[in-house]
């Protein structure tokens, strides 16, 4: 069978080339064939405040901070940024047999929507926009559905104040299943078509890298950053470089600069971002996937809860029961970390969603 995936498999960050390659690798190893199906970026509903703009300022603010020479620093953060993005076109994008050329409308037997933020049509990037056909708009599909999509930061109250609510909710009633991957997502798509959705997990959570993933990295004794660029604020780094003294360890960054890092690793390959994961003595982290990389691989974690990551991230941390997880104060970052890992707690839930998702894939091809 010819299965179309339909991600955010051309945005150039790990997380999101990762579960796109998972997806894509799970159902080929049901045999099937499998292709991505990209999409045509929409209008920008919510260009106020724009994120992205704002976590650039906030990236610029903090370079400032212990610079000797502005212009200078500030020339080499923009070419780091730079050679990151080119070398994850040139490089990563390929492996998922991405072509610099979109292929929209491709005909497939199956397209799957998702995994990823494909429901999250409020945010600023024009990247993404409003794009309908991440809401299966104009495919030339046989069956849609959808599976681990996430509507990220976007709210039912958003799509309200557009007016967009019931045309969403149209669009998603025409889905064959519908599969997501947080409540936050479970409950807008309740509110909009009446349908009660599958919870799923991420598929980063559901495969096994250990194929691919380098058997040693070079670093020991480390606590890896991963987070944006600039979005540590001063008193969250005086707080992790304190920790970091205390047990002795060397703060890494993987792929994204940190000034407060002693280590940073620039440019290093998506799957050898998990082994630093996997070798690191604990994770500090403010995105949804470096919570799943620490579940992955059991890591002791704690995480920073952001307006634009909050719904997603505390239902995963729900779905774990590491609620705790999550650093309210400050001063209980020690804490925190040194919080035993639910490592056989986790695989039995990760091997249950795994046998979950191979039943919700495989009755999804057989319904054709």
């Known amino acids: ?201 991420d598929p980063v959570l559901l495969y096994d890298f250990s194929r691919k993933t380098p058997e040693r990295t070079v670093c020991r004794d480390t606590i890896l950053v991963y987070a944006y660029a600039g979005r540590m604020q001063e008193p969250e780094i005086a707080a992790i470089q304190r920790f970091a003294r205390q047990q002795g360890k060397t703060l890494l960054s993987v792929g994204t600069y940190q000034p407060f890092c002693q280590v940073n690793i620039p440019k290093a390959t998506p799957f050898e971002l998990l082994a630093y994961v996997r070798d690191a003595d604990y994770v500090i982290t403010d995105t949804f996937h470096g919570c799943v990389y620490s579940l992955k691989y059991h890591k002791p974690f704690c995480v920073f809860l952001r307006p634009t990551n909050q719904e997603k991230i505390q239902g995963l941390l729900d779905a774990f029961c590491e609620k705790s997880r999550s650093v309210e104060k400050l001063q209980d970052l020690e804490e925190i970390l040194k919080q035993p890992v639910k490592k056989e707690k986790n695989n039995s839930l990760i091997n249950r969603k795994k046998w979950e998702s191979i039943q919700y894939l495989e009755k999804q091809t057989l319904d054709l």
Request: charged content about 25%.
């Open 1 to 201: 069978m010819k299965i179309g995936i339909l991600s955010m498999q051309r945005i150039c960050n790990y997380g999101s080339f990762l579960q796109a390659w998972a997806l894509q690798h799970l159902l080929q190893e049901m045999g099937h064939e499998v292709c991505f199906v990209d999409y045509t970026p929409g209008p920008v509903l919510c260009p106020e405040g724009r994120p992205p703009l704002s976590r650039l300022l906030q990236g610029k603010c903090h370079a400032l901070w212990q610079m000797r020479s502005r212009r200078s620093r500030m020339i080499r953060k923009q070419e780091r940024n730079e050679t990151f993005q080119q070398t994850f076109q040139r490089e990563y994008l390929p492996l998922l047999g991405l072509s610099k050329e979109r292929r929209c409308r491709i005909p497939v037997d199956l397209l799957i929507i998702g995994s990823d933020e494909v429901f999250h049509c409020m945010q600023s990037n024009p990247q993404v926009g409003y794009a309908k056909e991440l809401f299966g708009e104009g495919n030339r599909a046989k069956r849609v559905v959808s599976f681990a999509a996430s509507f990220g930061s976007t709210t039912l109250s958003m799509l309200r104040e557009k007016g967009i609510d019931g045309e969403i909710g149209r669009m998603l009633s025409r889905f064959c299943a519908l599969s997501v991957r947080d409540s936050h997502s479970w409950e807008i798509v309740r509110a909009l078509t009446g349908r009660e959705a599958y919870l799923h997990i």
